[in-house]
């Protein structure tokens, strides 16, 4: 990924020598993407507005939904939910209007992280599925990487879902094909599922050897965020032998990773892991500190329904967001109705993509 971003600022330096406002367009995106690669989340949505502010060009005009999706990625790492939702939701309506399914594919792919992150899974199982039926459909040319892309998310859902010979299925299938293409970033989250999977199982030794081969790749192309996902799986399995002490040091590395990203999610479920090591420790001074932090999280990221005050994400529920991208429990919407986002009061005229 250095690399690539690199090439971008040689691009965007050649697009200014050429007075070229069409090239000078994607290597804006281009910059946007190696910056989301490497997890500068902030430099990844300045440089998507950027590409968004020039407008008239006819690149720009075919770029916006490329640019909505990045933007929307930057978002989600930064835990910044709502409009992550809403970029996606550009996104997908640019895809729909140029009837481009490849697009179509990746946010559907982003949806899915997106519906993991905030644990409803159903949805984190359903956008998978359907950028897989996508790719089956249209896929032709661009099939291979598509199609090992959204196997993944699909692994993820599974095992979130306890689904575990189903991810284990959906992992090993994507893993195969990143293995073929030399694909080192998919690789590096396939063995980050496998672990995941095997912890399900409680199969730790099976699971340290994965998480230390993600962890290799992950530092070696840059992927801080996959990082914090590494060590929150390794504090999990020490939590399981109960060598608290071992999870903690892997805690103190995330929370650093985490806290220099900007991922509030990752600060969030650190938190909630010191919380039970503190309260089987004993140690009340700082289990009151960490369930303090935890709650602060919360209302930062507004993970909470507007509806019933209850949390979001604190376990698997169906939710539905408005067209404003506010969203909220499936059963609270059922049950109270509303012509109006309870959030923000933006009327509800029709229900979103998402």
């Known amino acids: 990924y250095p690399l690539y971003l ?11 020598e050429l007075e070229d406002p069409d090239f000078l367009t994607e290597s804006y995106l281009n910059l946007a993407r190696s910056n989301e690669k490497l ?50 939701e550009k996104a997908l ?25 905030i644990k409803d899974y159903e949805k984190a199982l ?13 896929g ?45 970033p998919l690789q590096a989250l396939c063995l980050l599922c496998f672990a995941d999977i095997h912890r399900s199982r409680r199969d730790v030794q ?16 840059g992927n801080r965020l996959g990082l914090v996902q590494v060590l929150l799986g390794v504090t999990k399995c020490w939590m399981i032998q109960k060598e608290l002490d071992k999870a903690l040091e892997s805690i103190e590395k995330a929370q650093e990773l985490a806290e220099g990203l900007g991922n509030k999610l990752g600060l969030l479920k650190l938190h909630c892991l010191c919380e039970r090591i503190y309260r089987t420790k004993e140690q009340q001074r700082e289990l ?13 990221m507004e993970l909470y329904c507007g509806m019933c005050g209850e949390s979001i994400g604190e376990k698997n529920n169906q ?10 429990h499936l059963k609270c919407l059922q049950t109270n109705g509303t012509r109006g986002c309870p959030n923000c009061r933006r009327l509800s005229v029709k229900p979103g993509y998402v």
């Open 93 to 117: 309506r640019y895809a729909h209007n140029n009837d481009d399914k490849m697009l179509e594919c990746r946010v559907c792919c982003s949806l899915g992280n997106f519906y993991t992150q």
């Open 206 to 221: 099976t699971a340290f050897p994965r998480y230390d081969s993600s962890m290799s790749i992950m530092t070696e192309i």
């Open 6 to 16: 690199k090439f971008a600022v040689v691009q965007i330096d050649t697009a200014r």
């Open 319 to 328: 939710l539905q967001a408005l067209p404003c991208s506010h969203f909220f």
């Open 288 to 300: 009151r500190d960490h369930v303090v932090k935890f709650h602060e999280c919360v209302e930062e």
């Open 126 to 138: 359903f956008f998978p599925c359907k950028a897989a039926e996508l790719v089956n459909d249209y």
């Open 140 to 184: 032709q040319g661009w099939s291979l990487k598509y199609r090992a892309m959204s196997q993944y998310h699909m692994a993820v859902a599974y095992q979130k879902l306890g689904r575990l010979a189903d991810a284990m299925d959906c992992c090993e299938e994507s893993m195969k094909i990143a293995l073929q293409h030399g694909d080192r």
């Open 39 to 88: 997890c500068e989340f902030q430099k990844t949505i300045s440089y998507c507005k950027t590409c968004l502010n020039m407008q008239g060009t006819t690149v720009s005009l075919q770029l916006n939904g490329q640019v909505s999706l990045s933007m929307g990625n930057a978002f989600l790492g930064l835990s910044i939910f709502q409009k992550a939702l809403e970029c996606f």
